[in-house]
């Protein structure tokens, strides 16, 4: 595919480079986050479906690679879960999220289980349906607790260090918060879902 540039709405201009994937290699992308050596991690979840997989995407597209589906190391590991979305610490480890399970799965970079914390529940470190998940530069980790309608601070072995948020459409309270990001000055940022806004919050 020859490379080509797109113009938004807005005017900026992007190199469109190609397209990776498809049905036969994905199904139902949720989430993705890079690794090392630009490897790249997503969830996936469809009907009966639910996967961590991860590709390597080179500068050619012959150089494109699945290189291992998580699912395919334990099967029934994945029978009964909801991953949504995921980062990845500066060990390299995965910390995945599930809605269903309402906890969070620690991997290994080649796919093998290591532990999970947290539980259904709305204590520090309990979770309900949790979704979004960032790493700060301190290795710690913010966590959308998305039916609980707050952030969860935690350590990546599930201790709390913070929280805030409740329910609600005010100033710093949330409808089902879903996605979450981190600028360079630690700032957060939280997709405020059924509010149908982004806040900021400092750092």
């Known amino acids: 595919m020859t490379p080509s540039l797109t113009t938004s709405a807005a005017g900026r201009t992007y190199d469109y480079d190609r397209v990776v994937g498809g049905r036969e290699q994905m199904n139902g992308i949720v989430s993705m986050a890079f690794g090392a050596d630009d490897e ?11 996967d961590v997989s991860k590709l390597k995407i080179g500068p050619e597209p012959d150089d494109e690679e ?21 980062a990845v610490g ?24 290591k532990r999970e914390f947290g539980s259904l529940g709305s204590s520090p470190g309990k979770f309900d349906r949790p979704s979004g998940i960032v ?20 350590t990546p072995m599930g201790k709390s260090i913070n929280e805030f948020g409740s329910q609600g ?9 879903w996605g979450l990001d981190i600028d360079n000055e630690g700032n957060v940022f939280i997709a405020d879902h059924k509010n149908h806004r982004i806040q900021k919050f400092d750092a």
């Not at 699945?66 to 995921?86: H, N, Q, V, Y």
């Not at 459409?169 to 918060?177: C, R, T, V, Y």
């Open 135 to 154: 790493f700060t530069g301190d290795d710690s980790i913010y966590v959308c607790d998305t039916m609980n309608h707050r952030i969860q601070h935690v």
């Open 169 to 177: 459409s005010d100033e710093g309270q949330f409808q089902s918060p």
């Open 66 to 86: 699945m290189i291992m589906s998580f699912r395919e190391k334990d099967p029934d590991f994945f029978e009964g879960t909801w991953p949504a979305c995921l």
């Open 40 to 50: 790249i991690y997503i969830t996936q979840k469809a009907l009966f479906f639910f």
């Open 90 to 113: 500066s060990d390299h480890d995965i910390y995945v999220t599930d809605e269903l399970r309402h906890l969070i799965y620690v991997f290994d970079q080649d796919g093998v289980f």
